[in-house]
């Protein structure tokens, strides 16, 4: 619906800013807000503190926040977010691909996820996609990303 933006007020105090587009599906409007975090040796968590007034400046949206935090939803900097009833689809669930398999055990982190307000959104599936099963190797399917897909399947409360 409408076009889709880049977040400006933070766009010095997050490297990447998060990309924000809305869309409807029956009666339920929603707005995906997309990110990517620096990486950890770069405390992602200076980044994501922001997130916490978002949903305040743009209340009249349904925010969900998805995307590469690159730190994990038990992270005390969630708390904020959490408090105003965000809640991480994913609990533990590793989503970044290791360098090698150890004995079938190809994730490394938890660092992917998606934060949906538990107030307006009800979730009816969450999960990953293992899409490096379908590569002739592990090798191959790194070259087109070191992280498997998450996704939610939701509907409106």
């Not at 933070?10 to 707005?31: D, H, Q, W």
């Not at 002739?136 to 790194?142: E, G, I, K």
């Not at 897909?149 to 409106?156: E, G, Q, R, T």
Request: one cysteine or more.
């Amino acid at each position: 619906m409408g076009n889709a933006w880049l977040e400006k007020n933070y766009a010095v105090e997050i490297e990447r800013e998060p990309y924000f587009c809305t869309f409807k599906s029956g009666n339920l409007f929603f707005t995906l807000v997309n990110f990517h975090a620096v990486t950890k040796s770069q405390q992602p968590e200076r980044e994501i503190k922001y997130f916490k007034f978002m949903p305040a400046e743009y209340a009249s949206l349904n925010l969900i926040f998805c995307g590469d935090f690159n730190c994990p939803s038990t992270h005390t900097v969630f708390n904020p977010l959490k408090s105003l009833g965000y809640t991480p689809a994913l609990q533990g669930q590793k989503s970044s691909l290791r360098q090698r398999c150890i004995n079938d055990d190809c994730l490394a982190s938890a660092y992917d996820n998606i934060f949906y307000n538990s107030y307006k959104i009800k979730i009816v599936e969450a999960g990953i996609v293992h899409f490096y099963k379908d590569f002739v190797s592990f090798d191959a399917a790194r070259h087109l990303s070191d992280h498997v897909p998450v996704y939610i399947k939701f509907s409106a409360k």
